[in-house]
């Protein structure tokens, strides 16, 4: 067979991120301009902000990407860009420039859903096994998924309220941390004691999660802590509240691995770095003879590489756009049977 290259790009937040990707598992060159340090003094992504940068960025990226390569846009097969979901405006540019891109080049272009992305960053380490659970933690999803084969998706559980990321980065900004906060309670988890007595998350028989009781606890002791003009133990603080997301997390997927009957599980998206939930899902899978896939860190936040290897499986499967192709806000994976 022909190798396939394909010129990945994603811009559904607060990256620039171009990637070569030859037959959806061998990354050629990766190129990410984060926004972080602009965004910082807002405490938060400001979505106006973002998609300014991206417009600033974007053919910036794709001069470096192709360099980095030492390719030439003729040694590329198609296009592959994240349609949504994400912010609008942002997702608006990356589309906008695979399109233009696909259409001076005739080259294919194919549109690809941002968690299918994060999924297959795991194929970048190893080639995905079926049938498996994808747990989909990211700062805008909490998702159990079974997949029984390459893009077909069927969604187990998800989250009722606030996506795991975006209550890591809540509990971070009430104890003062700078955005985004997740890595930061993460490595303060490790230094404390479990003291604080927090509520735990929804744990019900279902494989659907809830955050924002536990995210509305902390934020309320950190204020009358602070009333009463006592010093919180954040180093403790972040330990009770890493322990409870995270137990629950593994538990709910665990007995989704014991009842879809799978021998294998993936964690995907910008949570998959976080240690604790590592460490609790690397002993359960030892225990239980599962085979655990967890990305390399680089590939756990939003980096066009994942895009690329998905959309070498879209492609095959016969997924491409032509020039109607938009981005949309919201999207559901689970069309792809
Ligand atoms: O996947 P991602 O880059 O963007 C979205 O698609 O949302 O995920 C970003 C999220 C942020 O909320 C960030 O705080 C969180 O992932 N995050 C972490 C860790 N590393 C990143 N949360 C907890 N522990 C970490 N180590
Ligand atoms: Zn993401």
Do not use: W
């Not at 417009?55 to 990407?65: G, R």
């Not at 498996?132 to 909490?142: D, K, Q, Y």
């Not at 990321?165 to 997740?182: M, Q, R, S």
Request: proline share 3%; hydrophobic share 40%; with cysteine.
């Amino acid at each position: 067979m022909k190798d396939i290259y394909i010129l990945a790009i994603e811009s559904s937040c607060d990256e620039t991120s171009m990637s070569i990707i030859k037959n959806g598992n061998t990354e050629i060159a990766t190129v990410v301009l984060s926004q972080i340090d602009i965004h910082k003094e807002f405490g938060g992504v400001v979505p106006e902000i973002a998609s300014r940068n991206h417009i600033e960025n974007i053919t910036i990226v794709l001069d470096e990407i192709l360099s980095k390569a030492n390719m030439n846009i003729d040694d590329i097969t198609a296009i592959g860009v994240t349609y949504g979901p994400g912010l609008i405006g942002s997702l608006l540019i990356g589309v906008q420039a695979a399109k233009t891109i696909a259409l001076v080049t005739g080259k294919p272009l194919i549109p690809v859903h941002h968690i299918a992305g994060h999924i297959y960053a795991n194929n970048l380490e190893k080639r995905l096994q079926f049938p498996l659970i994808a747990l989909v933690v990211s700062g805008g999803h909490t998702e159990l998924i079974y997949m029984e084969k390459d893009y077909s998706f069927k969604k187990i559980g998800s989250t009722l309220d606030d996506a795991i990321g975006e209550c890591y980065d809540k509990v971070a900004k009430v104890i003062g941390l700078e955005y985004p906060g997740g890595p930061k309670v993460d490595k303060l988890a490790h230094q404390g004691k479990d003291n604080y007595n927090l509520p735990y998350p929804l744990d019900d028989k279902t494989y659907n999660f809830s955050f924002s009781g536990i995210k509305s606890a902390v934020i309320n002791l950190v204020h009358n802590e602070e009333q009463r003009g006592n010093i919180i133990n954040k180093e403790d603080l972040c330990t009770s509240f890493q322990e409870r997301v995270t137990s629950v997390l593994a538990r709910k997927t665990m007995r989704a691995i014991k009842e879809y009957h799978v021998s294998n599980l993936i964690v995907a998206g910008g949570v998959s770095a976080n240690k604790g939930l590592r460490e609790k899902l690397e002993k359960e899978c030892r225990e239980n003879n599962v085979c655990l896939s967890i990305p390399k860190i680089e590939h756990c936040t939003d980096n066009a590489a994942m895009i690329g290897a998905a959309a070498f499986y879209a492609y095959k499967k016969g997924i491409v756009a032509d020039q109607t192709l938009t981005a949309v806000a919201v999207d559901n994976l689970y069309k792809y049977e």
